[in-house]
């Protein structure tokens, strides 16, 4: 390749990263998420196939650093180191919609997220961390290790206790505090056996068109562990003020985990505006001219009830 | 033509223990059949005199425990370090003594380079010799503008590029991830040190070292081996993929290969069975020039990138410590699984707290699964402490130490990584020696150029590149260095039945030298002629050398 990055054709791919210490939790979460993927096609880089539970008879193809699954995900092995692998999954991009990293237990997430924000044919979902609610005091406290979890708790988005149900109710307050103390911004969602909801923690099923034909989300609320999770959309059909919209947005109370919008402002009534949230982080990216839709819509995942109907009422309310 | 050959020799060094000089070697099916003087060798039956090298002095083949393949395949492209370097083929690259050179060697090179498409990529590079003065694309947009250029630095972890890479690449001032370095007014000056910045770099340039080991790179570094005097060597990070045991099996069984080959296998990226039951698998694949025996475990990272873990009080200029390569209790699984497995470990840990932990883990496997002799080795061990090489003694834990950082980077150890006080204890080949402890040194090559008598004058002399000592009581003999550079690394690589002396039974493998490094001065050891080598009975002659024909 001399020529450059290829020009865009489709939105560039979300790119999600699982960090956490051993025994957090992130194989079981991946197994999950391998063997329950419809729709999104992961490329999931791991560390080694060796962990992986993988149904064999789901299995399609396997090259040695490649497994291919019969439901269109893949898994590629960093066993060359992660820039090879990185290199080598780039190389067709058509074969996936979604990358996810399995972090090493010492690795900085934060780091590895540095290729979505550098790659334009990615774009950064999330750092997600889980940290096991068992072990966490006793890591944080190891001077071998100490400093790379916090970091890495620091760094993340998205914190998910994991093991819950393997401690007391004081150890999980206990543990919650310090990550806390380390990271404030980033939701906690307790889980126990990594049974967080996927669509939380992936983004997965924050299908915005913007598009007032399509009905092919519903609301609804999701019972989970120990979580209560609401997820509403909100639709607008005259454009936005773009003061006001940013005025509500960083406004937003923090049980909001994530939230993504295709919306049109008044002020560039011609294009749409991908605005994105997971966990306390905010971006807006634009669309080419030409491309807006004929309304503005947000779908928000929060822990807690979301009020109100209609985009501009949740707004004024804000 | 008889079937034994007697070599005659200005004098043979054997490094056994019951002869140490001869002047004949006889030798029979590559193989010492004695060692002596004529009349001692020469009772085996009809032989021929083979006396080119009556003005020569021979001595065991040295053997390099820890160097690298990729040696000869650095040499795909142009060289512009700070020394002087020599290729394969015996080209001496000039070292370059100022940023300007470097660039101006690049300025001539790119003009030499037909495709306009092509990446220019050279290695080499290392601001610490220029007092930090950082290359800048300012440097590099000198040699083009259009054309991508592509740095590698010595340390092989940082990049530089010019300002077409990062137009590319999308890397403006705008860019905020770790590792893009910007200068005073926020722009980007083409360094690129974390692996997201350098992955960038190579989607639009290409990695040129993407695909591992080939057979061409074994053919080149084969021929390094001889330049070097060296007949027994390591590839000590090896993945043996399909294509790179392809690669071993080619090049080292075509007739005249010059060395004897050790990769080791890297355990990180599999699980601990998995390595195991593939390393049973391609023993089927040894040989005489081949051998799948060892294990490689990388712990942390390196001492003057501040990635190796260190304990208190941590880095001189209190950069924050280092990375471990994989949390520590995975890697004392590891070395637990192996251990058990019978498998023989060379363990890569350069700060002390890496050192600690894996002798801590080496003595917890030797717990549940007591053996003799396992000879698990140490690798670069920069920085254990006398307490740890006791620890070492007593659990028969071998050393390597790098004694080529002292030259290359001890002045930078001294006044900004370890401290003086520290950096006098680097690489400690007088400590190891003191305890017991089975000590070899290296080069890490092409981290530096291998040659095991310039590694022994580092070990001997302890002078930094600027010409001071460190650390004078680490200093070792010079016949302590020579051991180390034969049979003892031969030790730590549980060759030292086959290798290492001149004796009988033993692979006839030598170096033939112009002098002998016992009767110089030792501040000369480095300078001393290498002819080439003899492998199992055959010369190989060093490139560049035109006296004594093969």
């Not at chain 1, 290199?87 to 290729?115: C, N, W």
């Not at chain 2, 990062?166 to 001032?173: D, E, P, Q, V, Y």
């Not at chain 2, 260190?310 to 280092?322: D, I, Q, R, T």
């Not at chain 2, 140490?378 to 002292?406: P, V």
Request: hydrophobic letters at 40%; proline letters at 5%.
């Amino acid at each position: 390749m001399t020529e450059g990055i290829e020009p865009q054709r489709t939105e560039p791919k979300p790119f999600t990263v699982i960090g956490g210490f051993l025994g957090a939790g992130k194989t079981t979460l991946l197994n999950r998420v391998l063997a329950g993927a419809r729709g999104p096609r992961y490329a999931v880089l791991v560390n080694d196939f060796g962990a992986l539970a993988i149904d064999e008879a789901l299995i399609s193809a396997h090259d040695g650093q490649t497994i291919a699954l019969a439901n269109g995900c893949i898994c590629c092995s960093m066993s060359d180191g992660f820039i090879t692998a990185m290199l080598t999954l780039m190389q067709a991009p058509e074969r996936f919609d979604h990358v996810l990293i399995e972090a090493s237990g010492v690795s900085e997430p934060d780091r590895i997220m540095d290729f979505a924000r550098l790659d334009p044919l990615l774009s950064p979902d999330a750092i997600l961390v889980l940290v096991d609610a068992e072990t966490l005091t006793a890591r944080m406290s190891d001077p071998k290790v100490g400093e790379v979890v916090a970091t890495q708790i620091r760094t993340a988005d998205i914190l998910v206790l994991n093991k819950t149900d393997l401690v007391s109710r004081e150890t999980t307050e206990t543990v919650e505090t310090s990550l806390r103390s380390l990271n404030p911004t980033a939701p906690v969602l307790r889980s126990a056996k990594g049974d967080v909801p996927l669509n939380v923690v992936l983004g997965t099923g924050l299908h915005v068109t913007g598009d007032s034909r399509d009905r092919d989300h519903h609301d609804h609320h999701l019972h989970h562990a120990e979580e209560f999770f609401d997820t509403r959309t909100f639709t607008a059909a005259e454009p936005l003020d773009r003061d006001a919209f940013v005025r509500f947005a960083e406004a937003l109370p923090a049980s909001i985990i994530r939230g993504k919008g295709v919306l049109v402002f008044a002020d560039a009534p011609g294009r749409a505006e991908i605005w994105q949230r997971v966990g306390a982080r905010m971006e807006m990216m634009s669309r080419l001219e030409g491309s807006a839709p004929d309304q503005s819509s947000l779908i928000l995942i929060a822990t807690e009830a979301i009020e109100g109907t209609g985009l501009a009422q949740i707004m004024e309310a804000g | 033509m008889s079937d034994i050959t007697i070599f005659a020799a200005r004098g043979i060094i054997t490094m056994n223990s019951y002869r140490h000089d001869a002047t004949h070697v006889a030798v029979r099916e590559g193989r010492v059949l004695g060692v002596g003087d004529l009349d001692t060798v020469k009772g085996f039956g009809e032989y021929s005199l083979d006396d080119r090298f009556a003005g020569k002095v021979l001595m065991p083949g040295f053997v390099e425990g820890h160097c690298h393949a990729k040696e000869g395949g650095m040499w795909d492209y142009p060289y512009i370090g700070y020394l002087d370097r020599r290729d394969p083929d015996g080209g001496i690259w000039p070292g370059c003594g100022d940023l300007q050179s470097s660039i101006d060697r690049l300025i001539s090179l790119e003009r030499e380079m037909a495709d306009p498409d092509k990446t220019l990529f050279a290695w080499g590079f290392d601001p610490i010799y220029f007092n930090n003065e950082r290359m800048t694309t300012r440097h590099l947009d000198q040699v083009s503008t259009t054309r991508s250029v592509v740095i590698m630095h010595s340390n092989g972890h940082l990049l530089n590029v010019n300002s077409a890479v990062l137009g590319k690449a999308g890397i403006t001032r705008d860019t905020n991830v770790h590792g893009v370095t910007k200068d005073g007014n926020g722009e980007p000056t083409g360094e690129l040190a974390e692996a997201a910045a350098k992955y960038m770099a190579y989607r639009v340039t290409g990695d040129p070292f993407f695909g591992g080991v080939s057979t061409r790179d074994l053919e080149r570094f084969g021929q390094a081996a001889v330049n070097a005097g060296t007949t027994t060597a390591t590839d000590l990070f090896a993945t043996l993929s399909d294509q790179s045991l392809a690669a071993y099996r080619s090049a080292t069984s075509a007739p005249g290969y010059p060395v004897r080959l050790l990769p080791a296998m890297n355990t990180l990226d599999k699980p601990a069975e998995e390595g195991i039951a593939l390393l049973r698998r391609v023993q089927a694949d040894s040989s005489d020039k081949l051998y799948y025996k060892l294990c490689k475990v990388m712990t942390d990272g390196s001492i003057q990138g501040f990635s190796g873990r260190l304990k208190w009080p941590g880095y001189y200029n209190g950069a924050p410590n280092g990375v471990w390569n994989m949390a520590p209790e995975q890697l004392t699984e590891l070395v637990r699984a192996y251990h058990k497995a019978g498998a023989h470990l060379h363990l890569h840990v350069n700060g002390d707290e890496a050192s600690e932990t894996m002798i801590d883990a080496i003595e917890a496997a030797l717990t549940e699964t007591p053996r003799r002799d396992h000879r698990h080795t140490l690798q670069h061990c920069q920085m254990a402490d006398e307490a740890q090489f006791r620890r070492m003694a007593a659990l028969g834990i071998c050393s390597n130490l790098f004694a080529n950082h002292i030259y290359y980077w001890g002045d930078q150890h001294r006044d900004i990584t370890m401290g003086p006080d520290r950096a006098a204890r680097m690489d400690a080949c007088a400590t190891a020696a003191r305890h017991g402890v089975n000590f070899a040194i290296h080069s890490d090559a092409p981290v530096t150029p291998l040659g095991p008598l310039f590694t022994a004058w580092c070990a001997v002399n302890r002078l930094t590149s600027s010409g001071k000592v460190l650390g004078p009581r680490e200093r070792i003999s010079v016949d302590q260095a020579l051991h180390a550079i034969t049979l003892g690394a031969a030790y730590t690589l549980k060759m030292d039945h086959l290798v290492g002396s001149i004796e009988p039974g033993k692979f006839a493998d030598f170096v033939v030298l112009d002098d002998d490094p016992r009767q110089l001065p030792p501040e000369t050891l480095k300078d001393i002629g290498i002819w080439g080598t003899i492998t199992g009975g055959e010369p190989h002659r060093a490139a560049g050398r035109k006296d004594i024909a093969v």
